[in-house]
């Protein structure tokens, strides 16, 4: 089984920078990628932004410019940089990991970490 461990959601001003970090343990054969996903109330859960284990990086376009991701493919760990964060940043924010196994791809969940843009 693999776990996923996110941190660094809060509430934030507008205009504020917020890091996520989530961190993979346990049977890990190979990662692909890792992301994160972000889902508003009421919404659908939406790509935020992706990178792959060679480093080629995706960003959803509400986010770039904005955001960095990047990743510590020996600790296994995804870092999102937000900056300049607005009200409609606001989200419950997921990361993804897509991870290779000797049979197939799977992909793993995190819980959720809540990131609040607010006055």
């Known amino acids: 089984q693999v776990q996923l461990v996110e941190s660094g959601g809060g509430l934030v001003q507008p205009g504020g920078s917020l890091r996520l970090s989530c961190a993979a343990s346990?049977?890990?054969?190979?990662?692909?990628?890792m992301g994160w996903y972000r889902q508003a109330p009421g919404k659908q859960r939406e790509l935020v932004a992706t990178v792959t284990s060679g480093g080629s990086t995706n960003y959803a376009d509400s986010v770039k410019g904005r955001s960095t991701i990047s990743s510590d493919n020996a600790k296994h760990t995804v870092y999102l940089q937000m900056n300049s964060l607005k009200p409609e940043d606001t989200a419950v924010y997921y990361c993804?990991?897509?991870?290779?196994?000797?049979?197939?791809?799977?992909?793993?969940w995190g819980q959720g970490t809540q990131v609040t843009v607010s006055s």
């Open positions: 993804n990991v897509q991870i290779q196994t000797p049979w197939y791809e799977r992909s793993y």
């Open positions: 346990g049977s890990i054969f190979r990662i692909n990628s």
